[in-house]
């Protein structure tokens, strides 16, 4: 259950732009969280709906972008969107690739006021 | 509320040597004042009393950036950092009391032991002489970079000193969290199903040794070793293996020899 690590470190990032804002609150907040990036969503949104009480983030509304991940085969170079971390190439057939994109953890903007 | 499981138990990470009392708590997220972020893209906008602001930051970045500062510490001092990262009970604990024991005249070594409570596996590391602290994560269901940089300050490793850390029993949540380490260490068992790197593949992406442990029971089990090596390599085709026996040592030499051999690099 490390998504409430990763829900607490949105916290925390939130309270000090809070702070630096001289505001009092979240509206919205932009998130990017890659669909390999190791964050199960469902565990995530429990994560978040218990830890956002009384705090900054309370009312917020939160905008999440999920990065489709994208793997380049090791053997021929076809780069291809991938489900897990050891998809076979889709061109080829062979199952060693590189994962070029998809283990995004970010938050992107905040809107505060 | 916890900050690691919100679970209302206090806010506490506990660092201890072993017949010593408590060593402090841990304010889980105390280093933000100790290190302070940079927001290199900062643009603010206002539009009717509302501030936009575009952060763009990694949302492990203060744990990433801590992790950065151990492993500074660590090529300073010529340490030769190891996280060791498995489920319950795949021998982590087995694995380095056999390591310690075999190792301690030859190498200076000293441990970091994480577990959500008990002080059940510094005694052990203590009870063979090698310098330990306990980490206790209390509901924390993984190690972080300020929890390792508080233990080594307690532990303060000697220099061209060997450093092991076991990281709480768990092979998912700690796949996320550098700790500063020089290399990762999976250990998986053969009591355990042969598609877990496929089942946990962060795991093993992330490690760059998989230690297959309890070999002597293969004859017992449906543990098939190369189809557990044929799923770990589609997730990681870097992942080097080593199998062994720790109970009854097979296999230790090959551990030894990478220890060895990757200490000096």
Known sequence: MHELSIVMSILEIADKEVKKANAEKVDSIELEIGTLSGVEMEAFDFAWEISVKDTVMEDAERKVHRTKAKAKCADCGHVFFAQTLYDDCPKCGQPFNEILNGRELRVKALTVS | MCSTCGCGQPDEVLISKPGKADLGHLEMHHHDEE????????????????????????????????????????????????????????????????????????????????????????????????????????????????????AVKELNPGENSLLMIENVGNLVCPALFDLGENKRVVIISVTEG???????????????VC?????????????????????ALRVNHHLEFIEVSATKGDGMDRWYEWLRKNRGK
């Open chain 2, 35 to 150: 290190h302070p972020h940079h927001h290199e893209h900062h643009h603010h906008s206002h539009a009717g009393g509302k501030t936009i602001v575009e952060v763009e930051q990694d949302i492990l970045g203060a744990n990433n950036k801590l992790a950065e500062r151990n492993r500074g510490y660590f090529e300073a001092k010529n340490i030769f950092a190891i996280n060791l990262v498995s489920s319950p009970g795949s021998g982590k604990t087995t694995l380095l009391e056999r390591t310690l024991k075999d190792l301690k005249d030859e190498l200076s070594i000293s441990v970091i032991e994480g577990d959500q409570q008990t002080f059940n596996d510094a005694n052990r590391i203590q009870a063979l002489d090698i310098p330990v602290v306990q980490v206790n994560t209390g509901q924390g269901c993984h190690l972080d970079s300020d929890m390792v940089h508080r």
């Open chain 2, 194 to 208: 042969d598609d877990k790197p496929i089942k946990y593949p962060d795991m093993f992406l992330s490690s760059d």
């Open chain 2, 211 to 231: 230690i297959i442990n309890k070999t002597d029971l293969l004859p017992y089990v449906n543990f098939d070793v190369q189809k557990a090596k044929d799923y």
